[in-house]
């Protein structure tokens, strides 16, 4: 008993080897409109006189290329921000914004500005570890090993410089963050 592979299932093992296929078919049709369609066009004889409810509403070669329908908010989204709406960045990075579009940021913003500033001061917080263990590295090594000390510096040498650039963006990113929340402040009655 149990299945074998190449074998078919039942008490003789005569059963089917081939799995069946599964066929997908449209919603509100009946079994024997599915069956006649399936057998018109494995004959061939589904014309292009037969339309089908499917083509009639719009999914045919014609429409297919055109633009999803806009509305008026479109319209005035796209002009207020200066880009169409499926020009959006996507992902982490936060795109280059005017001083006005962050006066008006929304709260998922700034909650996204909020999470980029922590994740830099994590990363500001890590890059020091590494400059204090790669100076106790290199007191440990000075006068010893030259080609260890040598490339312990330029490791040194790449941290500070790191480090120097994740605190410009951190200060960046606190002066959008300041900005935005003073322009709160004023704006608040």
């Known amino acids: 008993m149990g299945y074998e592979f190449g074998k078919g299932l039942g008490k003789n093992c005569d059963g089917r080897v081939e799995p069946v296929q599964a066929v997908v078919l449209p919603r509100g049709k009946s079994l024997d409109q599915c069956a006649e369609v399936l057998q018109k ?19 045919g ?35 280059e914004r005017s001083s006005k579009e962050i006066y008006h940021a929304s709260k998922s913003t700034k909650k996204a500005l909020s999470v980029r500033l922590f994740q830099t001061m994590e990363k500001i917080d890590q890059t020091q570890k590494d400059i204090r263990g790669i100076q106790q590295a290199l007191a440990r090594n000075a006068g010893r090993h030259s080609i260890a000390t040598a490339q312990l510096e330029e490791k040194l040498a790449n941290a500070h410089k790191q480090l120097g650039q994740l605190q410009a963006q951190e200060a960046s990113l606190q002066r959008e963050q300041k900005k935005a929340d003073t322009h709160k402040k004023m704006t608040e009655f």
């Open 41 to 59: 066009k494995k004959q061939g004889k589904l014309g292009p006189d037969k339309s089908r409810k499917g083509q009639a509403k719009g999914s």
């Open 61 to 95: 070669p014609g429409r297919s290329s055109r633009k999803p329908s806009r509305n008026v908010f479109d319209f005035l989204n796209e002009k207020l921000r200066g880009k169409s709406t499926g020009e959006k960045a996507g992902g982490m990075a936060l795109p």
